[in-house]
């Protein structure tokens, strides 16, 4: 079965530092992946999803997070955090076989805070 | 409106009341989902349609019980819950189940508590 793990429930990074948010993950099968934000009290927003084409994948706001098959990570990273970017930040990786085929395996979220 | 809406954002209900939650989506998808997504728990799904048929069910207790009448409109009708259902209700779509490698998109939720 296809699981995510994210490492650390919560980080905390200084404005203008670099942020590196940790997935990991576990699938059979070549996977499809995605970074997912949730700002206070609004849904989930997709930054940014890796589906087998290029390995470094860049998003919205600055964001970017590379598949490494040989670590079966797909971790988050930002240069330069904003007081914007606080937020949780949530890894899935999609399920390709099966009948639950498309379903997101969520990971348990991350907590970012930036101080100024 | 754009996107996926969902309403109410807020909702308080008692133990033996009956409520629903609505979501509407505005992309033109096919599929849509309901989530629960509680403190320090992963998101779970809990229930899938895709053209309006329920495809999937999660082990989900009867008191929660969907329904979709077309591809734009889901609900979560809601009996007799208990406290521990209280949670963020996520209401999602996607174009189909496994477009853009199972892409979600997601309205804000409803934010629910149980008394």
């Known amino acids: 079965a296809q699981s995510v793990t994210q490492l650390g429930s919560h980080v905390s990074v200084s404005e203008g530092a670099l942020v590196l948010l940790r997935c990991n993950y576990s699938s059979s099968v070549p996977p499809y992946l995605f970074w997912y934000v949730q700002y206070p009290n609004q849904g989930l927003q997709l930054l940014l999803k890796y589906t087998s084409a290029a390995t470094l994948v860049k998003g919205i706001n600055g964001f970017e997070a590379e598949f490494k098959k040989s670590e079966t990570s797909f971790h988050l990273t930002k240069p330069s955090a904003h007081m914007s970017d606080a937020a949780e930040y949530f890894c899935?990786?999609?399920?390709?076989?099966?009948?639950?085929?498309?379903?997101?395996?969520f990971g348990k979220g991350t907590k970012l805070s930036v101080k100024p | 409106e754009t996107g996926v809406t969902q309403t109410p954002r807020h909702l308080v209900m008692g133990m033996t009341n009956k409520k629903s939650l609505k979501c509407e989506q505005h992309?033109?998808?096919?599929?849509m989902y309901w989530y629960k997504q509680s403190a320090k728990k992963p998101l779970e799904l809990m229930f899938v349609?895709?053209?309006?048929?329920?495809?999937e069910n999660n082990s989900v207790p009867s008191r929660f019980s969907p329904e979709c009448p077309n591809s734009s409109h889901l609900f979560l009708h809601l009996h007799t819950l208990q406290p521990e259902d209280s949670a963020l209700y996520l209401c999602?779509?996607?174009?189909?189940?496994?477009?853009?490698?199972?892409?979600?998109?997601f309205g804000p939720g409803t934010r629910l508590t149980v008394l």
């Open positions: 349609y895709s053209l309006e048929e329920r495809v």
């Open positions: 992309l033109g998808h096919n599929a």
């Open positions: 899935a990786v999609s399920d390709r076989i099966g009948g639950s085929q498309g379903n997101l395996i």
């Open positions: 999602a779509s996607s174009q189909d189940r496994v477009a853009s490698g199972g892409e979600k998109f």
